[in-house]
């Protein structure tokens, strides 16, 4: 298939185009390489996926000519993965947000829906669950109280997705990522800080006084998952209200991790103590995800999840590698 992945230097989107090329796909690769964190590691990624059968376009999704020149041949399915992520930069700079994820949002799936796109899969949130306690999260849940400007962009596109499924029976499907990590993963996540800052000897900010628990989901699950859900576009009627070509699906664990186990974990991987400072929750964060999974294991069968333990290990040893063995890296 020809398959458009936005967000091609991103943490999940460079796995997700390798997985796609592995398997024999034509990938078209679009990402701006914006400063938001190291433009060096992006590019290190997209180095990965250099292949004859990956087309790599520099350019923002807002640009309706980078768009244009996206769509220029037959694209089969679109997974769009670009956006502005983070909970605490969407309250300092909500501009931002409202550009990448909702204007570049609806240019790309209005672009998915005049080129007669087969499925078009894009990136949700845990984060849309905002002020719902009921646990684990399901996709039935009621998604109608976010309590960050990044969740309510999640869940505009969410609603748009929706409009274009019944409208022009667009096939789509949201995945809603539950703290996804793990090798070549984003300096501003969680697992990234601790181990900089164990490193480092700095300590480790430690919200909610370390009550917070998290669904960590391994990127290789997550990929696993969204490659499975890109070959299964929902037919008519899968929205049981509306009747559109529509889906939600939680991408997770399945598993609420305390934050210290995390810690522990990386002590252990590192073979060095942690600082910890423990301070209050920061505005916008939730305190414990936790993902239901049974609608995505009904839809592509059972998950063969990657424990924490070898999970955060794998993520060690790449960050050792990539920041202490630069010569091999290169």
């Not at 390489?33 to 059968?53: C, M, P, Q, T």
């Not at 409202?98 to 499925?119: C, M, P, Q, T």
């Not at 748009?160 to 090798?183: D, E, I, N």
């Not at 070898?310 to 050792?320: E, I, K, L, M, S």
Request: hydrophobic fraction near 45%; glycine fraction near 8%; charge should be negative.
């Amino acid at each position: 298939m020809n398959v458009l992945v936005t967000g091609a230097a991103g943490f999940i989107g460079s796995h997700v185009a390798l997985r796609l090329l592995a398997r024999g796909d034509r990938v078209i690769a679009v990402d701006d390489l914006n400063d938001y964190y190291d433009v060096g590691l992006k590019r290190a990624r997209l180095a990965r996926i250099a292949h004859e059968s990956c087309h790599f376009l520099q350019g923002c999704i807002t640009d309706p000519v980078v768009l244009g020149r996206a769509f220029a041949g037959a694209i089969d399915r679109v997974v769009h993965l670009a956006a502005q992520v983070g909970v605490r930069h969407s309250i300092d700079n909500p501009a931002a947000y409202v550009d990448a994820n909702l204007v570049g949002f609806s240019r790309v799936i209005e672009a998915a829906r005049r080129n007669a796109v087969k499925h078009f899969v894009y990136a949700s949130s845990s984060s849309v669950y905002g002020a719902n306690r009921e646990l684990p999260f399901a996709e039935a849940h009621p998604v109608d109280h976010p309590i960050s400007l990044y969740a309510a962009t999640k869940k505009a596109n969410e609603l748009l997705a929706h409009s274009y499924s019944h409208l022009f029976a667009l096939p789509t499907t949201g995945l809603r990522f539950f703290t996804v990590y793990g090798p070549w993963g984003r300096p501003d996540m969680a697992l990234f800080k601790f181990t900089d800052s164990i490193l480092a000897g700095r300590p480790i900010r430690l919200f909610g006084h370390g009550e917070v628990r998290r669904d960590f989901t391994y990127i290789d699950d997550a990929v696993s998952a969204i490659v499975a859900v890109l070959d299964k576009p929902p037919a008519p009627a899968s929205d049981p209200v509306s009747g559109a070509p529509y889906r939600l699906l939680n991408v997770g664990n399945h598993n609420a991790i305390e934050i210290p186990r995390i810690i522990r974990l990386l002590e252990a991987c590192l073979g060095m103590s942690a600082m910890v400072e423990p301070i209050p929750m920061q505005d916008g964060d939730i305190h414990t995800t936790w993902a239901d999974v049974q609608a995505l294991e009904a839809l592509i069968g059972p998950m063969a999840y990657t424990a924490i333990e070898d999970g955060v290990g794998h993520f060690v040893d790449w960050y050792r590698h990539y920041y202490y063995q630069p010569a091999v890296q290169a």
